[in-house]
């Protein structure tokens, strides 16, 4: 079985920062892509920032020049480094990673249980 714990969200003023990091334990052989998803209230789960396994980047085009997301594969842990933010930013964040746990070419998407995210203005 394979957990992912996020931890890291708070209340912060707009223009500030917080950083979200995202920890896989388990029964884990590889990690292929993480990601940030959030969801605010009465709107759908949206992704925000994806993480290959070599590095490549992508992300929504509203946290674009904010956000940052990193991994540490030898940690098997995530981050998002979030600048800037803004009221409308809030929500809840979750991480959500495709996880071998058998190296046989098979990769299960899992979720963590989500960091709640306040930026007030």
């Known amino acids: 079985q394979v957990q992912l714990v996020e931890s890291g969200g708070g209340l912060v003023q707009a223009g500030g920062s917080l950083r979200l990091s995202c920890a896989a334990s388990?029964?884990?052989?590889?990690?292929?892509?993480m990601r940030w998803y959030r969801q605010a209230p009465g709107k759908r789960r949206e992704l925000v920032a994806t993480?290959?396994?070599?590095?490549?980047?992508n992300y929504a085009d509203s946290v674009k020049g904010r956000f940052t997301i990193s991994r540490d594969n030898a940690k098997n842990t995530v981050a998002l480094q979030m600048n800037s933010l803004k009221p409308e930013d809030t929500a809840v964040f979750y991480c959500?990673?495709?996880?071998?746990?058998?190296?046989?070419?098979?990769?299960?998407?899992?979720w963590g249980q989500g960091t709640q995210v306040t930026v007030s203005s």
């Open positions: 388990g029964t884990i052989f590889s990690i292929n892509a």
């Open positions: 993480i290959t396994s070599d590095d490549s980047t």
């Open positions: 959500n990673a495709d996880v071998s746990y058998s190296g046989n070419g098979r990769f299960y998407k899992y």
